[in-house]
């Protein structure tokens, strides 16, 4: 009954509307220090190309502003009530909630910098995309993103193929949304964990990087495939090249968010499985991914998710 009730408070402080707060939520948790630690650290290595174009400029930019803006939402707005005692004002309280989401914007921005990283390392366009296919073609004993064309053909499957590659982006917003609302004590090992392996995967892609058979796109749907102009529109913000595609980080951060949520309801299980299992399989027929780099994202996923959560529930939590 203590423990139920704990919950219930922690899962009320987590909503805009209320006047009670968690004061663990007035100072950083371990995902701000892992956030922090990247931006600051790939600012200073970026800033050594300064001159080689506007690309590493304004991604230094880009990091420490971000730093500027996450801290800067730890600085109290608050005012005094009747009684004379600090309250936090309204925007303050919609300001903590909406801070809960910056890892996804977070994530997005290292991943269009693996590119500049891996081009530092490897040279200007270098990609072990050869070796990958090779691995692809041998694993399958076809090349998998031509065959699903090929066996699926039509609008139909284009349109259904491209929806079920895009539910990647609303899994991780609902997931983050699932435990603001309904798990909000389980949210700092839940952003450590999500923001930790993504980072293991960026560097994963900047040591090894592979495009994925983009080119391959080219003639294969027409214009009027709705969800693939979306997918073409979303790569054009900033698709690493050369860039992270082996192991897929779509397949291998759901992974990770799937064991996350746990414990769910066979029905969300059940649901989150099957958008998982649609975004690998969809990679591979609209030709953004090999085909062996969704195979592989599953047990990266589950390592990563099992490593950091490790790392969390021993030497961390105790800490925060």
Request: charged share 15%.
């Amino acid at each position: 009954m203590v423990e139920a009730c704990r919950f219930a408070l922690l899962t009320r402080a987590a909503l805009p509307g209320t006047a009670f707060y968690m004061q663990a939520d007035r100072r950083p948790c371990a995902a701000d220090i892992v956030t922090t630690v990247y931006l600051i650290g790939a600012s200073i290595i970026l800033a050594t190309q300064w001159n080689s174009g506007a690309d590493y400029r304004s991604a230094v930019i880009q990091n420490l502003f971000l730093c500027a803006v996450m801290w800067g939402t730890w600085l109290p707005v608050q005012r005094a009530d009747a009684r004379g005692q600090s309250r936090d004002m309204p925007v303050s309280r919609v300001i903590r909630v909406l801070r809960m989401f910056y890892p996804l914007f977070f994530i997005g921005l290292a991943y269009v910098q693996i590119g500049l990283f891996a081009g530092m390392i490897f040279g200007a366009g270098f990609t072990f995309d050869l070796m990958v296919e090779r691995w692809d073609a041998v694993f399958f004993g076809v090349s998998p993103h031509m065959w699903f064309h090929r066996v699926l053909p039509g609008r139909f499957w284009a349109e259904f193929m491209h929806f079920l590659y895009v539910l990647y982006f609303p899994l991780l917003g609902v997931s983050f949304l699932f435990v603001i609302a309904k798990r909000r004590s389980d949210y700092k090992r839940f952003a450590f964990v999500f923001l930790a392996s993504f980072l293991s995967f960026v560097a994963v892609f900047i040591a090894f990087p592979v495009t994925g058979p983009l080119e391959y796109r080219e003639g294969l749907f027409p214009d009027t495939v709705l969800f693939s102009n979306l997918v073409d529109f979303l790569f054009s913000f900033g698709i690493p090249d050369p860039g992270g595609a082996f192991p897929s980080s779509h397949v291998g951060q759901s992974v990770v968010v799937l064991l996350l949520l746990r414990p769910l309801s066979r029905p969300m299980f059940s649901l989150v499985v099957f958008v998982i299992v649609g975004v690998g399989v969809s990679m591979g027929f609209a030709s953004v991914h090999y085909q062996i780099d969704a195979l592989a994202g599953v047990p990266a996923g589950i390592g990563l998710y099992y490593l950091w959560n490790t790392v969390y529930m021993r030497w961390i939590r105790t800490r925060e």
